[in-house]
Structures are given as structure tokens and as C-alpha cells.
């Protein structure tokens, strides 16, 4: 892979845009407008085509632009010819309404250079590291949030990951469903463990997953964390529902072991951890129809000089926090991909001092393609206005200015 | 669905074939016109065809497939080895591993696949059945040939934990059958292949 950029995106029916056929330089591109006009969702569009799946939202129908349908079934369509240093990609998803017997039904399609692909094969085609203001809520809000934050930066490198998340879902739901029936009806519970051979098969491989990049991330973030507030160390503690590396209660309670990575004890030993757990936990279990261990219960916290920013941290502090985050992605993806990620920027800089908007333009300088959308361009040093594409955002239309 | 424009007749028809599988409100008035417009025998031939599936056709008291005689004509061939059981997910599977011809064994249909979020279980398939068919004696091969899909694996990962404490030999089908996919819509050659590939399966 070469250094990578979007060369061209078009949209039809995706939110606020009617149709667009846009062309990017390999460069900064500032897309300038109000609130509201479509600037955001240009960067979520560009993301969807990364992760397969919005990061705004998990439903799907809010990205179709209802009003622009002119009968026939509503469909959505973003794509993007996506430049690399010898080639280039189309890649594109598609999102069609079809009348099914039970009702409406939303298919999903994805394409990469016109061959239908899964989800997962989407990974390694398109990186990207997304700010957005309201990132800062990632600190102190919902575990949930930050899971499917982190599962949204590894699902852009890893199929496997992809494939392995999809696979726990499915087993997660359908044990869910069986506990509940065991607990209403009755029934054999060994229906149960072909359920739990598979969970602790993917529940596994996402935890390390999800360990490894957290170790990756911990390092990188704490450097630019004090480099950026004057020297307070940052951490994100991973802690996981149940840790298979520690599969005792009170080996839990300790904080993670990062050195266990290197020598992992053998898988067979793991997923046997893994289902003795299921069964001391079987009659709990079933009493509350749901399961109780594994990645979807994982909490992972910011921790700043030994305090938790999510109960204790200021709106500034947790700001600081996810600032070095999000440049930790950047580093974390160019080590992986060995390529600089896109960067899609909304509305960040408004809310860093003069010393961090600094810092993040010198970062700009280090990738090949960067996009942001801001209310004022002002914002921006005149030498780097110049060399930027200036974009206006209005009503779904962009012109060039 | 109710309309004073339409007799009762044609709108209870209309109402019957909206109630299967696949089949929407659009679709269902459009096969009640096409019947009602000049295909009076097909009609015809479709009440009857309806009226013996209900009246002549009931489930073998041995293996469930459909049959109009009880036992099957299958299971009461003696010319069949009755060492080996097929277990299969819908009577349409029985019907395309018969299509190739290389089976000699006996079945069991289950009448279904787990799948807990659509609310079917153990308990609604025919799983005690082949239970107590396995504990009678004289079985030595069950082969799983439950459709190739997520549902079908977990019913077969699901029948081998309750039958290999029962002592006999349980295959799955070999690899080849397109993934995702029902028995009933692969071809004789592939699923020759798929039986003659059949391994053991590990718990
Ligand atoms: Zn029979």
C-alpha cells in the first residue's frame, strides 16, 4: 500500500446530500459552512466506507435522505475511488429499502472494485481517524461507547476481527434468547454449549485483540498526553468482564498484566477458563435471562495521574485525554497499515488553545490527506488556508471558493 | 383486508395465501386473480392437491418424513441399511440426498433447525425421537446432515453432545456444500461428494 487519499467521493440519498460527485487533492481540504448543512456528514461518509458502519449511528435508515427519494424503493450510495501509490480502489456501499413479507427490509451491499464483498473484507482498504467534538463524552459516557469505539479502530485493520465480532454477536443473542426460554420453560440446558464454545472462541480472540491494541494505545497516548498538558501521564485500563489471562476472582481485581502478552498461556487452557466460568455461572445466568461475562460487559477507563477522567476528570481534562487518544489512532494505524491513516477533523480546533491547534496542524503535515469541516476558517493560519482546497458546505451542495 | 367490492370468497383466498411464507399481500392478490380469471382447473387441481396433503399425508411414526403410509416406504425397505441414519433438517433435504442415488441408509427428519431467537428449541424438533430410535438398538452410523448455515451447525454441535454418550459413530458432511446455503438447493454431484467426505465429528 502507498501513501493513501480520496481521490473522488460521490453520495446519493446520504443525508443531507441529494446527489454529489466530488473530487480531493492529496491534501488539506477545508470544508467551510453553518451548522447543519451537510459538513459532518460528508467525514461520516468517508468513515462509513473505513468501518463499514456509521459512527454517528447504528441505525442505518437515518443515513438514507428520505426527501430526495423520487419513488421506486429508497436506496443510499457513497463511494469513493480511493488513490494508493500504484493503484486505485473503488469502494462503495449501498443501502437499499425492499418490501419483504414481514415488512420493510434494509439490505446492505458492499463493492469493492464492483465485486460484492462482506463487511470484513473492507478492512485494510481504507484507514481513517475520525475527531469529532462530541468525542469528549467517549471520557465519562457509556462503557458501550468506548467498546465499540475501540472495536471501530481494530474492524479497520483486522477481517479477523471483523468476522470474530459478527460471530460473538450471533452466539451472544441466541444464548440470550435460549437463558431467557430456560428460565420461562424449562428445557435441556446443554443447548447451551455449543453457544459457549463459540463465544469463548470469539470472546477470546476479541479480548487479546482488544488488549494488545490497548497496549499499543496506552503508550502512544501517554506521550502525547504529556506532551500536550505538561507532563501528566495518561493510562487506559482495560478491564475486561471476565479475563481469561486471570480467570480467578481475585486475580480480576488486579490491574491488567500487559507482560502476559508475551507469553500467553496455550488457547485450550484459555478457553477452557473460559467455559468453567460459563458453567459456575449457569444458574445466575439463567435467573437473569442474560449472559453475564465476556467482551460486551468489557470496561475500558482513562486514567490521569492514578485519577479516573470519567467520574473525576474536568470537561478540559477529558478533552486533553481524547486529543491524545485520537493522535494515539493515528500512530496506532500507521504502525499496523506501515501507512499514514486520512484524518476527519469537525470542529476540533474551536476547542484548543493556541499551543494544541499547533500541535494538531503539525499533524496534518504528517499524513497525506486531511479533512475539516469548521464555521471559521479563520481559525486556521493564512499559510495554511493557502494550501488548502477551500470547500463551501451549503444545503447538501459544495462549491469551490 | 376487508372491501364490500369483493365477493368473500376471493378475499378469504386472498387472505389464506397471504398467510405463507413469502408470500405479501400484493402477491397473494395476484395469484387469487390469476385463479379467478380462467384457471378454473388449476383451481380445481389445487383444492384437491391441498385437500389429500390434509386428508392422505401424515408424518412416518419412524424417521417423520411425509408419507401416505405409516411406516414409510423407506424405513419398512429391507433392502436399506438399517445401520445408518441420515438425520436431516426438512423432508425436501431427505428428498435431494435421495436424488443422488449413493445413500442406502435410513433417515430421521427433524422438522426444523435450533435457532433460539425465532423461538425454536430442543424440545420442538423431533430430538427425543431420535433419541429413543438411537437407545432401541441396532444403529452404528448417524450421519448430521443438517443444512450447512450457523443454525445447522449448532444443531449438529447440539445432537452430538446428547447422542455420543449413546456409543455410536457420528459424521458430519464433508466440506463442499456451499456455505450458508440449504441441502435442498445443492446439486447430486456435490452432495455425493459431501456424504462420501463425511468425518467424524469431535465434541
Ligand atoms: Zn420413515
Not at chain 1, 507532563?231 to 481485581?253: C, I, K, N, V
Request: glycine share 8%; charged share 25%.
Amino acid at each position: 500500500m502507498g501513501p493513501m487519499y480520496v481521490q473522488t467521493l460521490s453520495l446519493r440519498h446520504f443525508r443531507t446530500y441529494a446527489r454529489l460527485e466530488l473530487e480531493l487533492p492529496p491534501a488539506p481540504v477545508l470544508l467551510l459552512g453553518e451548522n447543519a448543512q451537510g459538513k459532518t456528514s460528508l467525514l461520516e461518509a468517508i468513515a462509513y466506507l473505513a468501518m463499514g458502519r456509521s459512527p454517528l449511528t447504528t441505525t442505518e435508515r437515518h443515513l438514507i435522505n428520505w426527501s430526495a427519494v423520487e419513488g421506486g424503493a429508497p436506496f443510499a450510495v457513497v463511494s469513493a475511488d480511493v488513490a494508493y501509490r500504484e493503484r486505485r480502489e473503488r469502494i462503495e456501499i449501498a443501502l437499499q429499502q425492499t418490501p419483504t413479507a414481514g415488512g420493510e427490509r434494509l439490505g446492505k451491499r458492499i463493492r469493492i472494485n464492483g465485486h460484492p464483498v462482506r463487511r470484513a473484507d473492507l478492512a485494510g482498504h481504507l484507514n481513517v481517524v475520525l475527531f469529532l467534538p462530541e468525542d469528549v463524552r467517549l471520557v465519562g459516557g457509556p462503557p458501550a461507547d468506548r467498546r465499540r469505539h475501540l472495536d471501530d479502530l481494530l474492524s479497520q485493520v483486522s477481517a479477523e476481527y471483523v468476522r470474530a465480532l459478527s460471530r460473538y454477536r450471533t452466539a451472544l443473542s441466541r444464548r440470550n434468547a435460549l437463558l431467557k426460554h430456560l428460565r420461562d420453560e424449562g428445557g435441556d440446558t446443554a443447548q447451551l454449549l455449543p453457544l459457549e464454545t463459540a463465544l469463548a472462541e470469539a470472546g477470546l480472540f476479541i479480548s487479546l485483540q482488544r488488549r494488545a491494541c490497548l497496549h499499543h494505545l496506552t503508550r502512544l497516548a501517554d506521550e502525547y498526553h504529556r506532551r500536550i498538558t505538561g507532563g501528566a501521564w495518561l493510562r487506559l485500563h482495560y478491564r475486561p468482564s471476565f479475563d481469561p489471562l486471570r480467570p480467578t476472582e481475585e486475580a480480576a481485581r488486579q490491574p491488567p498484566l500487559f507482560e502476559a502478552l508475551e507469553d500467553p498461556p496455550p488457547r485450550e487452557a484459555l478457553l477452557a477458563a473460559y467455559r468453567q466460568r460459563f458453567e459456575a455461572m449457569r444458574t445466575q445466568e439463567v435467573t437473569r435471562g442474560v449472559t453475564l461475562i465476556g467482551p460486551h460487559r468489557d470496561e475500558i477507563r482513562f486514567i490521569a495521574e492514578a485519577v479516573d477522567l470519567g467520574t473525576f476528570g474536568s470537561r478540559g481534562q477529558q478533552r486533553s485525554a481524547v486529543l491524545a487518544l485520537h493522535i494515539a489512532e493515528l500512530a496506532w494505524l500507521r504502525e499496523m497499515t506501515g501507512e499514514a491513516p486520512l484524518l476527519l477533523l469537525d470542529e476540533v480546533l474551536a476547542e484548543l488553545d493556541v499551543a494544541r491547534r499547533h500541535r494538531l496542524l503539525d499533524l496534518i503535515g504528517s499524513v497525506e490527506q486531511t479533512i475539516l469541516a469548521t464555521t471559521d476558517a479563520e481559525m486556521f493560519p493564512a499559510a495554511f488556508r493557502r494550501q488548502a482546497l477551500r470547500l463551501r458546505v451549503e444545503g447538501g451542495i459544495i462549491t469551490p471558493l | 383486508m376487508e372491501s364490500i367490492a369483493l365477493p368473500a370468497s376471493v378475499t378469504e383466498l386472498m387472505e389464506a395465501l397471504s398467510e405463507l411464507p413469502g408470500i405479501g399481500p400484493k402477491t397473494a392478490s395476484r395469484l387469487a386473480f390469476y385463479l379467478l380469471r380462467g384457471h378454473a382447473e388449476l383451481a380445481l387441481k389445487l383444492a384437491d392437491a391441498l385437500h389429500d396433503l390434509v386428508e392422505k399425508t401424515r408424518f412416518c411414526s419412524v424417521c417423520y418424513n411425509v408419507t401416505e403410509e405409516d411406516p414409510c416406504p423407506i424405513c419398512s425397505d429391507e433392502g436399506r441399511d438399517h445401520k445408518t441414519l441420515c438425520v436431516v433438517e426438512e423432508p425436501l433435504d431427505l428428498l435431494a440426498i435421495e436424488r443422488t442415488g449413493q445413500y442406502n441408509g435410513l433417515y430421521h427428519v427433524l422438522h426444523g433447525a435450533l435457532a433460539p431467537l425465532d423461538g425454536i428449541f430442543a424440545e420442538d424438533l423431533r430430538i427425543k425421537e431420535l433419541e429413543a430410535r438411537v437407545r432401541a438398538g441396532g444403529i452404528e452410523e448417524i450421519i448430521l446432515a443438517t443444512n450447512p448455515t450457523s443454525e445447522g451447525d449448532y444443531t449438529a454441535s447440539y445432537l452430538l453432545t446428547r447422542l455420543k454418550p449413546l456409543g455410536v459413530r457420528i459424521t458430519r458432511l464433508g466440506r463442499g456444500l456451499p456455505i450458508g446455503g440449504d441441502l435442498e438447493y445443492a446439486d447430486a454431484m456435490t452432495l455425493t461428494r459431501a456424504l462420501e467426505g463425511r468425518r467424524e465429528m469431535e465434541g
